[in-house]
């Protein structure tokens, strides 16, 4: 089973918003969609960089900020004719609080 660290509470995101989590391996998006799920995304777009948690979220979908790249959230791949993919995280939400994948934290931190 793979053991959660809480980051914070659901309402600190707003709604098809993001918020940044630092790991010692690099940035993490976590992102709120209108439907209140949750998404924990490298924030970094596989194409040049762009940091996806300032790119526009659509159901469950993100838009890059720079080239409108448009990544699902649940895969992290690259919609229509773009190729790509961006590492995704296990997330979930409990009583409020937003779990993120302990391993993610300690393997960052330990590389
Ligand atoms: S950097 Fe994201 S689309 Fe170009």
């Excluded at 762009?50 to 895969?75: A, K, Q, R």
């Amino acid at each position: 089973m793979t053991p959660f660290v809480d980051i914070g509470s659901l309402d600190d995101i707003p709604r098809q918003g993001a918020r940044v989590v630092k790991t010692a391996g690099g940035c993490v998006a976590v992102f709120r969609t209108a439907e209140d799920d949750v998404f924990a995304l490298e924030d970094r777009c596989p194409h040049k960089g762009g940091p996806l948690s300032e790119g526009i979220v659509h159901g469950t979908s993100v838009t890059c900020p720079l080239h409108n790249w448009v990544f699902d959230m649940n895969s992290g791949r690259a919609q229509g004719a773009d190729e790509g993919r961006v590492r995704t995280y296990p997330v979930k939400v409990q009583g409020g609080r937003i779990l993120l994948d302990a391993s993610l934290i300690r393997r960052n931190a330990a590389a």
